[in-house]
């Protein structure tokens, strides 16, 4: 079994920061890419920012020079600092990695933490 908690999530003004990270925990042989969604009600699901298992980061055009992916490998924990964040930025931000465990190899999500930019 393999989980992905999130945290960090929360209420912030127009231009202020958060940190959200994202933990995998159980049978894990290994974990390729990791990255972060977000999803606002009656929108479709917004690829936010990817990073490889070598350091590769990937960001939407709408986060860039705004938002940083990183991760540590030796705790399997993927990151999303969050800089000069907008009304816009509001969601539900989901975490995700590309895990093998035992035979299986494929996408596991978190279970979502809420982000809300008040203007």
């Known amino acids: 079994q393999v989980q992905l908690v999130e945290s960090g999530g929360g209420l912030v003004q127009d231009g202020g920061s958060l940190r959200l990270s994202c933990a995998a925990s159980?049978?894990?042989?290994?974990?390729?890419?990791m990255g972060w969604y977000r999803q606002v009600p009656g929108k479709q699901r917004e690829n936010v920012a990817t990073v490889t298992s070598g350091g590769r980061t990937n960001y939407a055009d709408s986060v860039k020079g705004r938002f940083t992916i990183s991760r540590d490998n030796a705790k399997n924990t993927v990151y999303l600092q969050m800089n000069s964040l907008k009304p816009e930025d509001t969601a539900v931000y989901y975490c995700?990695?590309?895990?093998?465990?035992?035979?299986?190899?494929?996408?596991?999500w978190g279970q979502g933490t809420q982000v809300t930019v008040s203007s």
């Open positions: 159980g049978s894990i042989f290994s974990i390729g890419t």
């Open positions: 995700y990695g590309r895990i093998r465990s035992g035979s299986y190899y494929g996408d596991y």
